[in-house]
């Protein structure tokens, strides 16, 4: 499982806290100062999912998550403009809506989104580090971002609410009336909403596959200490002279402590 530093975590606080104060301005910037001071010893500790499969699954993963689409997302709006698409939307709007997309997997006004599992069993059967809290109401992560903004005195323009409520794209359900329109009238009149899900996708896919690589490469230094560990275990018994004996049984020792010397 991934796991960031005490150092990392605070450092990634600071990153976002500096780039939200380069990014907004005026009474906008000050009630979001007073949102992310008020969410700051839960907001810095919160993961980005609960499952280690899903991504982010981590203390720290949230902010870490939202950087990341942030940065996707702002390089992305660069490739469509390239490409020759419509761009009415301003940098400033991607990066709200993006740094934004999950602000309920904060959690309510009082309790943690994301609690930690304590079940042994799902820890390691599904993967799951963390479980839905059952204090909060329900409400889907977008509709409790929105809440949280709303509550804070934060604005928004009606792009960057479209841009942050379909950030989830297709995945979502409820968001399905707004990308698949027969009607002309209604199909949507900025791309903001493809960019931000497309840098979300991208972030995500990116986050399990850096997961997915660490536990490979886990397993394969486990297996190859399993290896080298039954390889000194099994000495034709009849070559061995008492020296050999005894340097072997240390080696041995010296390899099991290796593998398991932290489960002590
Ligand atoms: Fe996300």
């Known amino acids: 499982m991934k796991q960031l530093t005490a150092e990392q975590i605070q450092e990634n606080w600071y990153k976002l806290r500096d780039f939200i104060t380069e990014s907004f301005e005026g009474e906008r910037l000050e009630k979001l100062n007073e949102m992310y001071d008020y969410f700051e010893d839960r907001m810095v500790m919160a993961p980005a999912s609960g499952k280690e499969h899903f991504h982010n699954a981590h203390v720290g993963g949230y902010v ?76 889907t992560v977008t509709d409790r971002a929105i809440f949280l903004l709303s509550h804070f005195g934060v604005k928004y323009s009606e792009k960057e609410y479209i841009g942050l409520r379909l950030t989830d794209g297709l995945y979502e359900e409820g968001n399905k009336s707004y990308y698949m329109s027969y009607n002309k ?80």
């Open 185 to 264: 009238d209604w199909s949507l009149k900025s791309n903001i909403a493809y960019v931000l899900h497309q840098a979300d996708l991208l972030a995500t896919r990116v986050e399990y596959d850096v997961w997915n690589r660490s536990q490979t490469e886990e397993q394969e230094a486990t297996m190859a200490k399993v290896s080298s560990l039954k390889k000194a275990l099994t000495v034709d018994d009849s070559e061995k002279k008492p020296q050999q004996s005894e340097q072997l049984t240390k080696k041995s020792q010296d390899l099991f402590d290796e593998l398991f010397g932290d489960k002590k």
């Open 64 to 139: 870490e998550h939202v950087m990341h689409v942030t940065d996707l997302a702002v390089k992305l709006r660069r490739v469509w403009e390239q490409e020759g698409a419509a761009i009415d939307f301003t940098e400033e709007e991607v990066i709200f809506a993006a740094l934004h997309h999950d602000l309920g997997k904060v959690g309510d006004l009082e309790n943690d989104y994301y609690i930690p599992q304590e079940s042994e069993w799902h820890r390691k059967n599904q993967g799951a580090i963390f479980t839905h809290n059952p204090k909060l109401q329900y409400m």
